[in-house]
């Protein structure tokens, strides 16, 4: 079935760079889109989202892009920090699933000083 | 404050006994979300409501079950627990479409 997905399942950067994250989607009738960070042994943790009707969004440190054309989503941390070390899932709805909330795979993000 | 809170934090069953996962929340929202995570893996959409609406994903095995006796309740019920549904249960509630959803911090199940 459609979902969403991420382009790489691994990340590693400097403290102190930028980090991108990517996720590509396949259900071109997807109006929302959320990025969760997921530590060890707990819960998501919302960072940030975007409407289908923008390209793009920002947050402390963070900025979201959305190109509906080739149907790609993008997570930008600025002066990735230690803490910044995470799991990072992209998860969208669509309007045929009504309030359904689909996460697509991760990447893990490894932060090194 | 805790805002969805999963009960237990761990949980340990026997092969084919039944068991309840339980959540609730203080933040009076329409949807609740039951999800299943394995390790490494993205949390996978189990069901959710929608208010008493209750939206069963294709791919959810009948074994597992939930009830929302109102707003601020929900259980997940396995009603015969194989080695294969260990996994880490998460509850999470939202309060409508195009916001995002609340997690709590799950429930991991052992079986044994």
């Known amino acids: 079935g459609e979902s969403v997905g991420l382009h790489l399942p691994t990340l590693s950067v400097q403290e102190g760079d930028n980090s991108i994250i990517n996720c590509a989607y396949s259900?071109?009738?997807?109006?929302?889109f959320i990025w969760y960070k997921q530590e060890s042994g707990k819960g998501p943790q919302f960072i940030i989202d975007?409407?289908?009707?923008?390209d793009k969004r920002q947050g402390q440190r963070v900025t979201v892009l959305l190109n509906k054309t080739v149907k790609h989503l993008s997570l930008q941390i600025a002066a990735t920090q230690p803490g910044d070390s995470a799991v990072y899932f992209c998860?969208?709805?669509?309007?045929?699933?009504?309030?359904?909330?689909?996460f697509g795979k991760g990447t893990t993000l490894s932060v090194s000083s | 404050d805790a805002m969805v809170i999963q009960n237990p934090r761990y949980q340990v069953t026997q092969f084919g006994k039944p068991v309840t996962l339980s959540c609730s929340q203080t933040l009076n929202h329409n949807v609740m979300y039951w999800y299943q995570q394995k390790s490494s893996q993205a949390p996978k959409l189990l069901f959710h409501y929608y208010d008493k609406d209750f939206n069963n994903e294709a791919d959810t095995p009948d074994n597992f079950q939930s009830r929302r006796p109102n707003t601020s309740f929900c259980f997940l019920d396995i009603r015969s627990p194989g080695l294969g549904d260990a996994a880490m249960y998460l509850c999470a509630t939202g309060a409508g479409r195009l916001v995002e959803a609340f997690f709590g911090q799950g429930t991991r199940l052992t079986v044994v």
């Open positions: 998860a969208e709805t669509y309007n045929q699933a009504g309030t359904a909330l689909i």
């Open positions: 259900n071109s009738a997807s109006d929302y």
């Open positions: 975007i409407r289908s009707n923008m």
